[in-house]
């Protein structure tokens, strides 16, 4: 039974997506929910697999192709795989019933239904081994061939998309350069970032935070926690957040959002955490962190990035968001300038933690400390509050008593 394979349902932000990787070819065996394509959006790759076990009869979208929602990309034989192998002991008997119908009078030997897969599929007859009644090509000869010979079936259909987005290498002598088609992924945060900076009056301001305190409680605490908490551990990303969603009900114009010439003012806090994949940046988003304990935090994000790295994260888990947070410091940069994540008015940069020289009492004192920074867009948020803002921040990590006594 032919089944049409369809690209997924995508939610009314996504107009379109991208066919990214066929993970099976036609006529190669296919179980049952085995991943067979990836599509990808402007946000995330979305998998689909298989109906049932089968094979893949036709490849209609090739790699690299544009497809809409729930467009058919692609024809799959429910049990294909299985039928061919068991019916070459009656291929014979078959033969002698089909061939005779599909002899012509100008000496064509291929029976209809053998004639329709050929057709379908763009093979050459005269390529297929005939078993049948006077050399006769019967739909039994057909499938043995497409089983046999996978890379036959649509290459014509696959072939044009491959050749868009196959790498290009160029060798001049001993310089090499290699010219790969940008994905759409990584085209969507390029466009993104770009009209970011085009459409905002951003600005960044600095701080720098004395780290010790979160250090030292974070050593003292880190194995109860972990045990306490089923094998969570204590990061530092969780004393951020916590600190960034009181210091966000403190400053309501950071967790606003503009629409047109409306400004929105959010009464939740739902903290985007930036995560690196190799598909590109991704940003999910936690939900109602007031609400959250540090363990909360830390779990869901490990579980966002075990997913963002498998490429498991889903448009449910990115969309909306009102404030940013993103760590350049675990790839070791000192101090950077974020970019704002539209329609948000605000992102906060974190960095290396590094031992500095700094003057305490009058005294010199080496400090693990971290530079901060706070983009956020001048038309919604006033110098003074961003700074207030930062500071903020920097008062209640210096101190972390603070954040459980609300003061």
């Known amino acids: 039974m032919s089944i049409d394979i369809k690209a997924p349902t995508f939610p009314e932000s996504v107009a379109d997506g991208t066919v990214a990787t066929w993970h099976k070819q036609p006529g190669e065996a296919c179980a ?26 036709e490849i209609i979208k090739g790699e690299g192709e544009t497809v809409l929602s729930d467009e058919v990309i692609a024809v799959f034989e429910e049990g294909a795989a299985g039928t061919a ?5 009656a291929a014979t008997a078959s033969a002698a019933v ?38 006769g090509i019967t739909k039994e000869d057909v499938l043995n061939y497409l089983k046999n010979k996978p890379a036959a079936a649509p290459a014509a259909a696959a072939a044009p998309a491959a050749k868009a987005v196959a790498p290009v290498s160029i060798d001049f002598g001993a310089r090499t350069e290699k010219r790969v088609p940008m994905t759409r992924l990584r085209a969507t ?21 004395n780290m010790k305190p979160v250090m030292d409680l974070r050593k003292q605490y880190k194995d109860l926690f972990e045990k306490t908490h089923n094998g969570v551990r204590l990061g530092f990303m969780s004393f951020f957040v916590k600190a960034a969603t009181e210091a966000l009900k403190r400053f309501p114009a950071v967790n606003a959002s503009i629409d047109g010439n409306d400004m929105v003012y959010h009464g939740y806090q739902d903290i ?8 590109g940046l991704m ?27 498998d490429g498991k994260l889903g448009m449910e888990d990115m969309q909306g968001g009102t404030f940013t947070i993103t760590n350049g410091g675990v790839f070791g940069s000192l101090m950077s300038t974020p970019i704002l994540n539209p329609p948000q008015t605000a992102i906060l940069g974190m960095h290396k933690i590094q031992e500095r020289p700094m003057a305490v009492n009058g005294q010199v004192v080496i400090l693990p400390m971290m530079y901060l920074a706070l983009s956020y867009d001048h038309r919604m948020i006033d110098g003074k509050e961003a700074v207030q803002f930062l500071v903020t921040i920097k008062d209640l990590l210096e101190d972390p008593a603070r954040m459980l006594l609300d003061i």
């Open 32 to 57: 049952a929910d085995e991943l067979i394509v990836d599509i990808e959006t402007d946000k995330v790759v979305l998998e689909v697999v298989a109906p049932a076990d089968g094979v893949i009869k």
């Open 85 to 89: 192998a068991a019916s070459a002991p």
């Open 98 to 135: 089909e061939a005779p119908a599909g002899e012509t009078g100008d000496g064509d030997k291929v029976g209809p239904a053998a004639r329709k897969l050929i057709d379908e599929n763009n093979l050459d007859a005269s390529q297929i081994p005939a078993t049948g009644k006077n050399g």
């Open 189 to 209: 945060i390029a466009k993104r970032l770009v009209e970011a900076q085009q459409n905002a009056a951003m600005l960044t301001t600095y701080n720098e935070v």
């Open 272 to 279: 985007g955490v930036a995560v690196s994949t190799d598909r």
């Open 283 to 309: 940003v999910p988003v936690l939900r109602d962190t007031d609400a959250m304990s540090l363990a909360d935090v830390e779990s869901t994000i490990a579980d966002f990035g075990k997913r963002g790295r």
